[in-house]
């Protein structure tokens, strides 16, 4: 009994005291920066995975970009057809609503679920615009 007070003793101690020293340490549990789930999705190429969908970055300061998916409203995707970045900027301007769809800190934009909320939002004719996190994407 002695040994397991010890035990949880010196784990109540040392594990605040690790995470103080190191605070990276506590940033990765909660971010999971080096987790990138599913694995084998290129997020440059967004149609693998999501139809109408185009991949851009932002620049939030220097070196640093969060990478994001701009889906339109199932309403235009036929005039989609053949188009370039520009034209889907440029459709964000048409009076339909914007959703701004933060996932949550485990994996990206391109897991299952997320991506099957992205094609229910869509269908319900609103832009979607899913982004990573800090992190995530590595601008190539």
Not at 6 to 26: A, G, K, Q
Not at 36 to 61: I, W
Not at 102 to 125: M, W
């Amino acid at each position: 009994m002695k040994k397991f007070l010890s035990f949880l003793l010196t784990t109540y101690v040392s594990v605040p005291v690790i995470l103080y020293l190191f605070p990276w340490i506590l940033s990765h549990a909660i971010f999971s920066h080096l987790l990138r789930f599913p694995y084998f999705v290129d997020l440059r190429r967004p149609q693998d995975v999501l139809n109408h969908t185009c991949n851009f970055y932002l620049s939030t300061e220097e070196g640093v970009s969060v990478g994001v998916w701009h889906t339109l409203p199932m309403g235009q995707w036929d005039a989609a057809a053949g188009k370039n970045l520009d034209w889907y900027h440029e459709t964000l301007g048409d009076g339909r609503p914007v959703i701004i769809y933060l996932h949550g800190n485990v994996g990206t934009r391109a897991i299952s679920h997320r991506v099957e909320l992205v094609k229910i939002l869509s269908a319900a004719g609103y832009h979607v615009l899913s982004l990573d996190y800090r992190g995530k994407n590595i601008t190539v």
